[in-house]
């Protein structure tokens, strides 16, 4: 499988249009991205699937859905976040966007949920997908 990278916050990224083939190749190729303000990526599979990231920072999250727009919309989560009260906040097309924390996960569960992404093209089952 593979997964092409597209940045929804930073103009110019030079990964946007980069092809990834593998699930490791994709998580080498997104360090970068840690260090930035939070924002969202893409990424798009040869299997009509998109997962949109919130990247930066401790926490993430992840949506999961086809790339024609149509539901089901899938949010990541992890067991016992259903609780957790607030907001974490990532850019995309210049605004702010706000995310319910109970469907944050920490960044090494988040980089388990891309690198399975770019490597099946469908969810990852090491976290739980909640339909929003």
Not at 12 to 29: K, M, Q
Not at 101 to 120: E, H, M, N, R, S
């Amino acid at each position: 499988m593979s997964a092409i990278f597209f940045d929804r916050y930073f103009e110019g990224n030079p990964l946007t249009s980069t092809n990834f083939e593998s699930g490791d190749e994709a998580i080498a190729r997104l360090q970068g991205e840690l260090n930035r303000v939070p924002h969202f990526v893409e990424l798009q599979s040869d299997k009509n699937t998109k997962l949109l990231i919130g990247l930066g920072g401790e926490m993430g999250c992840a949506q999961f859905s086809s790339i024609a727009g149509d539901p089901p919309y899938l949010m990541a989560c992890l067991p016992g976040h259903e609780s957790l009260e607030g907001f974490e906040y990532f850019y995309i097309s210049g605004e702010l966007s706000e995310v319910p924390k109970q469907y944050c996960i920490p960044l090494g569960a988040l980089l388990k949920v891309i690198k399975d992404f770019v490597d099946t093209g469908t969810q990852s089952h090491t976290v739980n997908w909640v339909e929003i």
